[in-house]
Each structure stands twice: as C-alpha cells, then as structure tokens.
C-alpha cells in the first residue's frame, strides 16, 4: 500500500517501488502558485533530490484546475508597500524561477499528469517537467497578454520546450491550446481520456523506476547539460559522459546481463 501524508495545499503518496506521486490539492485557489504553494513544491524537489526512496516524481493536481498561474490576488495585495511591490515581485519571481529550476535540476524524472487547466505560470510548471500526459480536458494558455502582463518567466520554459513560433503563437496570443495541439507543438508527450489517465502515468512512472536511478540521474542531467552546447561541444560532453557511465557498476551489469539473457540487477551506482 502507498504510503500517504497529507499537507495543507499537497498531497504526497509514494509508491513501493519508489514513484512519489504529488497531488497539488489547493482548489479554493486553482491550485495556483502562491507564496505558500511554491515554498512546498520548492521544499518537495530539494529533498526528493537526494532521498533514495523516491525514484521518480508525479505532479498531478486535484480540481478543474492543473494550475492557475501565480495568485493574482496575492499579487496584487504586494501593490500596498510603498515600492509599489517591486521588492516583493521580484522574491516571488525568484522564488518561481528557483522552484522551476528545482524540478530540471532534480535528478529523478518528474512527469506532469493535467487533467484541467494549466495557465500562465501553470503552463510552466508543465513544461518544466521532463515528461507530461493530459486529459482530454486540460488546456494550456500563457494568456498573460490579456491582463497587459507579458508571460515572461512561462516563455523560458515553454521556449525550451516548443518551437520558437509555436511558443510566440502561445504567448502573443494569449490563447487556450488543446491537448492535441499541445501534442502536436511538443508540449506534451500523450493525451488520453480522463478515466485513463491516471493509470496510464503511473505505468509510465513504474517503468521508469524499475531502471537504476544512476542510469536515470546521468541521463537527465546529460540531456540538459549539452542542449545549449555546440554541436562539437555537446559531442565532446556527451562521449565524457558515456566514458563515466560506462564505468560505472550498473552499465556493468546492465551489459552482462544483456549478454546473459537475464534481469539486471540494479545497486543503483
């Protein structure tokens, strides 16, 4: 049986074989990023960062609403200070960009599942995640256009993410995308039905951590790493990292067993 604990905005179950589901859990809110919210999430990724219990990572969400972007109403009570808020923007920018930055850092995979809304600083956190699976009935947007707000912080993610014109569509339009479409411009991997979902994630989920987590770790950490390389630069980083994969006991394994005809047999270095 799952072991589960509940908290004020998530809701944490984790799997026997190590997959930690997250349910963000704050309805009253749309689950949006509060102050509250992104110190959870942020405190949930560092210490799942080192926690060999937890292999892989499901952010998954409760209501009509994946996430609704940054509280806006939050936001705006920060106007009051006589800076007219800009101390206080710029800590819960800094705050999202670090969270954001703590979901690719981390070294376990991290799968989005969405099956509502995913707005603004919602979409984000979509793009974020290493994998993501939707619902026939969630929809991404960064419509901050509509409000005179540039979804600049979105755009980092979704830019790598989709391609160049297809995340500016997203952006200067502010429009609602479908999960076909989001499939189609590369912003998720999968779209299924509601009933579906859920399993299908976790089966996913459950194949990935039934790989050694260092196979798993190297791999993540490579992909991003050489993205912004150059070609020769990225080859050059990439042969170093097989070298070292290579040598480590799990490749061993992994190839002997191949040779063998059997299961491996993962010590997870």
Not at 35 to 44: D, I, N, Q, T
Not at 87 to 114: D, G, H, L, R
Request: net charge negative; aromatic share 4%.
């Amino acid at each position: 049986m799952p072991d589960t604990q509940d908290t004020e905005i998530i809701i944490k179950e984790l799997t026997d074989s190590g997959v930690l589901r997250l349910t963000l859990n704050d309805n009253g809110r749309r689950n949006a990023l509060s102050e509250a919210m992104l110190k959870s999430l942020g405190e949930v990724m560092n210490s799942t960062a080192t926690d060999p219990s937890v292999r892989v990572i499901v952010l998954a969400a409760n209501g009509p609403a994946f996430c609704a972007g940054h509280d806006l109403k939050e936001m705006t009570a920060g106007r009051d200070a006589p800076d007219n808020g800009r101390a206080y923007f710029t800590k819960v920018m800094e705050t999202c960009s670090s969270m954001m930055q703590s979901i690719v850092n981390n070294p376990k995979p991290v799968i989005a599942e969405v099956t509502g809304i995913a707005t603004a600083a919602g979409c984000q956190l979509v793009a974020s995640c290493d994998l993501a699976y939707a619902a026939e009935t969630a929809k991404f947007s960064t419509p901050g256009v509509h409000i005179g707000l540039f979804c600049s912080t979105p755009m980092v993610a979704l830019s790598r993410t989709v391609s160049n014109k297809h995340a500016m569509e997203m952006l200067l339009t502010g429009d609602m995308v479908s999960p076909a479409r989001a499939v189609e411009i590369g912003l998720i991997n999968q779209v299924t039905s509601v009933d579906s979902l859920s399993n299908f994630t976790m089966e996913i989920a459950e194949k990935i951590a039934s790989k050694s987590s260092m196979t798993m770790a190297t791999g993540k950490k490579a992909f991003y790493e050489q993205r912004d390389l150059s070609l020769e630069d990225a080859y050059a980083y990439a042969s170093q990292v097989m070298v070292d994969n290579m040598l480590k006991h799990d490749a061993e394994e992994g190839i002997q067993a191949f040779i063998e005809k059997r299961s491996a047999q993962w010590q997870d270095k």
